[in-house]
């Protein structure tokens, strides 16, 4: 077990050669204006179609109000009272007793995943192929997986369906979805058809324990797997689709592979990144 100090320094580490990316997001007079990098009207119809989708689903996601195409900018409702899902993961992972309503707010989450991937429509979009580092880390697994991923059923992505943009309103109880644009690192574009595990592992990279370092002490492991298990459910329950486990861990480890080439450029903090959130100690270590 590492001191507060050890961490401390890790994350220091890790933390000087972060990239920085990302959209700016403003509250301004109630609202949020957020500005894109490019192709801001595909931003705008993903956004008011997924916006439609929570008239008669079990989640919601902020109210796309107007675009300004010349400022590359989209003017939301601002969604007040939530919390990353993260929190709950958090309060899972490390309370004394098992909270049962995290569970169920883990298995809402795989609801509103299966909502997205059973419902969203976009009109102008691209078919997601995978990449050449893709490829390579996909390539230390038995090649019909690859063979499966391709083959398995295609929908129009969330594309960056993680911690960060997966909230939880205390006031509605219900799952709050944002930010369905690209990640840089898996998805390269907002509109993009793509096979269902690239959502799925993108959240369950984040039930690996893909969250800040200094969180880590007093975690309790053996409770990952459960959660794991209950997202898949929710997701399965509400999309129909089957979920095959083996293509899922390989698209897990190549999603968190590509992610810390993305995040760090030191080849060394990428070997401790992978090895930190796949591992014997923690119970899920990959075999390859
Ligand atoms: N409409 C909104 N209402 C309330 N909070 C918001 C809204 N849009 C974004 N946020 C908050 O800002 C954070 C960053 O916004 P997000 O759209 O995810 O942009 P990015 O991750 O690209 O910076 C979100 O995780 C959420 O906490
Ligand atoms: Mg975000």
């Known amino acids: 077990m590492l001191t507060d100090g050890q961490m401390k320094f890790i994350f220091k580490l890790f933390k000087k050669t972060r990239r920085v990316t990302g959209e700016d997001v403003r509250f301004v007079g109630g609202f949020v204006l957020k500005s894109y990098k490019d192709n801001v009207s595909g931003e705008f119809e993903k956004a008011e179609n997924l916006y439609k989708l929570t008239k008669f689903c079990n989640f ?6 107007e675009c300004n195409f010349s400022s590359a900018t989209i003017k939301y409702s601002y969604v007040p009272n939530t919390q990353s899902i993260r929190e709950k993961y958090i309060d899972f992972m490390k309370s004394e007793q098992r909270n049962k309503q995290c569970i169920s707010d883990f298995y809402n989450a795989g609801i509103a995943l299966g909502e997205i991937h059973s419902n969203l429509k976009l009109k102008n979009f691209k078919t997601w192929t995978p990449d050449k580092h893709f490829i390579k880390f996909m390539g230390r697994f038995d090649h019909k997986i690859m063979k499966k991923l391709l083959k398995s059923k295609q929908v129009f992505s969330h594309c960056d369906y993680g911690f960060s943009n997966v909230h939880f309103s205390e006031k509605t109880e219900e799952i709050v979805v944002f930010d369905p644009s690209s990640n840089g690192f898996i998805t390269q574009s907002s509109v993009l058809l793509a096979p269902i ?3 799925l592992a993108n959240f369950i990279c984040n039930l690996n324990g893909l969250i800040p370092l200094r969180m880590y002490a007093g975690v309790k492991w053996n409770r990952m797997s459960e959660l794991k298990d209950i997202f898949i459910s929710g997701y399965e329950d509400s999309s129909g ?6 293509v899922l861990e390989a698209i897990v480890y190549v ?14 903090l990428r070997f401790v990144a992978i090895n930190a959130l796949f591992n014997f100690y923690k119970g899920n270590r990959i075999i390859l």
């Open 197 to 199: 595990y690239l959502d």
């Open 255 to 268: 999603t968190a592979r590509k992610y810390f080439n993305y995040k760090y450029q030191s080849r060394l």
């Open 241 to 246: 689709n089957c979920v095959d486990k083996e």
């Open 60 to 65: 919601s996601t902020p109210h796309p109000l």
